[in-house]
Nanobody
Framework: QAQPEESGGGLALAGKSLRLSCRYD????????MGWARQVPGKAREFVAA????????FYGDAVKDRFTISRDNAENTVYLQMDSLKPEDTADYYC??????????????????WGRGTQVTVSS
């Protein structure tokens, strides 16, 4: 099956911003929720953000709430993660996920059916 492809990672100074993009060319992009997670080597994957199929509902992990913004452009089959006020603890590999349904369900730990290969984000102090 098609795999989402992340881009936009890199090195940033603390307090600055980065925007990640994720394009998914699978069928019916606009019919599925999308999300972002991150992982530091040796640690469990951490939920970052999710967005419903039509962009009306968004969800954020506690660590990034009020600093990161998820959005999507269904015409471009792309979901974005705007990361502002970056902190060194945001350093991780960031992964884009395709949802199993139109909505994201916070109580469900299996919302995403396929993940991209990730893009690395490094924040220096």
């Amino acid at each position: 099956q098609a795999q989402p492809e992340e881009s936009g990672g890199g090195l940033a100074l603390a307090g600055k911003s980065l925007r990640l993009s994720c394009r998914y060319d699978g069928r019916l992009f606009s019919s599925f929720a999308m999300g972002w997670a991150r992982q530091v080597p040796g640690k469990a994957r951490e939920f970052v953000a999710a967005i419903s199929y039509n962009g009306e509902k968004t969800f954020y992990g506690d660590a990034v709430k009020d600093r990161f913004t998820i959005s999507r452009d269904n015409a471009e089959n792309t979901v974005y993660l705007q990361m502002d006020s970056l902190k060194p603890e945001d350093t991780a590999d960031y992964y884009c996920g395709v949802g199993r349904s139109r909505q994201y369900y916070p109580q469900d730990d299996d919302n995403f059916r396929v993940w991209g290969r990730g893009t690395q984000v490094t924040v220096s102090s």
